[in-house]
Each structure stands twice: as C-alpha cells, then as structure tokens.
Antibody, heavy 117, light 109 residues
Framework: QVQLQESGPGLVKPSETLSLTCNLS????????WSWIRQPPGKGLEWIGY???????VYSPSLKSRLAISVDTSKNQFSLKLNSVTSADTAVYYC???????????WGQGTLVTVSS | QSVLTQPPSVSGAPGQRVTISCTGN?????????VHWYQQLPGTAPKLLIF???NRPSGVPDRFSGSKSATSASLAITGLQAEDEADYYC?????????FGGGTKLTVL
C-alpha cells in the first residue's frame, strides 16, 4: 500500500516561498493524479491543486498566481511551491493520491507550516 | 465560504443513527459529479470513508453509508459508537476543480 510523507520547513517568513515535497513509498507515482490539500488551524480542508504523473496541472483559482506544483518521477515524488506567503497560508499541508472515482484514497500525515517573522 | 454546505455540528447517543448533509448546486453535485466522504479523527489526517457516492473502501464498517440526490448528498452512520466522534467532510468536483464542504463535527453524547 502506498505511503505518502510530506517534508519541508515548518516555518516560513512572510513574503517568502513555501516549499514542500511529498515522497512516495510502497507504490509508483506513475498512472495517478496527486493533490496538495491544506487545513488552517481549527478550520476545514482546502484543495490547492493537482498534478498528473505526466506533469499536467490544475490549480485552485484562489492560489493559481502564486502556486507551482511539479513532479519528479525518477525520485517518486512531487512538490509544491507557494510564493509571497502571508499568515493566511499557515496551515497543515497534506499530499494525497487520487483513487477510485477521483476520491483522495491515500493521504500523508500532514505537515504544519507556520508563516511568521 | 465553502462551495459545498454542511451543518457545522451534529450529535447523537451511542447506538443511534445520525445523518450529515452536503448541499451543492447545478455546477457540482447537481451536474452528476460523484461525492466522497472523509473522516478526520482529532489530530490525524483525513481518511476516505465513502467514494463514488455510496461505496465503502475495504475496512470501512457497513455502519457508514452514503447517498446522493439532485444537488445534495448524505452520510449516514448507524449504531453510533464513541470512536465515531470526529470531523466529517464531503468532497466533489466543480468546473475541473476539487471542492470540499466546510466539515461537520460529530459529537457522540
């Protein structure tokens, strides 16, 4: 069964770039779609965007101007970069796999990213 | 403001049946797109509970069931147990985008 693990800095300064990577184990990144999803403290889930293993992407309109998601099939990982961050970007960030009927069937444990000076 | 609307909270006593609604519109649920449900226990990542409106992944008890009609969907939990206390989210598809409901906190009395 595939396992996902997010990694990256837990603290980012305002106006800088948030960078996270999702590493896969126990399964291949090929032939699937992969999403980033975030959850501000005490709030609900927000879908950020997805990437196909081929590299094609779809982003949330609210984040599109600041967002880049990329994939590295040789390393079995995909990444997120969000620039010009503010405190509103403070959240637990999850990576997830698209499964049956395009549901999110596997999730990483999540990583808290705090935007603060 | 979430695209899909859920009640902020529901509650029930052990053994009872509760339902959680998820209301959308003609561009998401009403357009025929599937609805999925996730359970998030405190301090953990969400877990897929129902996919494709009414399908349970392996390992999910049959106490959990989903349904869909017109522009809304529902999650039903029967034989409520203390371990069911969690946040529940619906999710669908809207104009090429994935969208979530605002979440519902289930309290087991």
């Amino acid at each position: 069964q595939v396992q996902l693990q997010e990694s990256g800095p837990g603290l980012v300064k305002p106006s800088e770039t948030l960078s996270l990577t999702c590493n896969l184990s126990g399964g291949s990144i090929n032939n699937y779609y992969w999403s980033w999803i975030r959850q501000p403290p005490g709030k609900g889930l927000e879908w950020i965007g997805y990437i196909q293993y081929t590299g094609s992407t779809v982003y949330s309109p609210s984040l599109k101007s600041r967002l880049a998601i990329s994939v590295d099939t040789s390393k079995n990982q995909f990444s997120l970069k969000l620039n010009s961050v503010t405190s509103a970007d403070t959240a637990v960030y999850y990576c997830a796999r698209h499964g049956a009927a395009a549901s999110f069937d596997s999730w990483g444990q999540g990583t808290l990213v705090t935007v603060s000076s | 403001q979430s695209v899909l609307t859920q009640p902020p909270s529901v509650s029930g006593a052990p053994g009872q049946r509760v339902t959680i609604s998820c209301t959308g519109n003609s561009s998401n649920i009403g357009a025929g797109y599937d609805v999925h449900w996730y359970q998030q226990l405190p301090g953990t990542a969400p877990k897929l509970l129902i996919f494709g409106n009414n399908n349970r992944p392996s390992g999910v008890p049959d106490r959990f069931s989903g349904s869909k009609s017109a522009t809304s969907a529902s999650l039903a939990i029967t034989g409520l147990q203390a371990e069911d206390e969690a946040d529940y989210y619906c999710q669908s598809y809207d104009n090429y985008l994935r969208v979530f409901g605002g979440g519902t906190k289930l309290t087991v009395l």
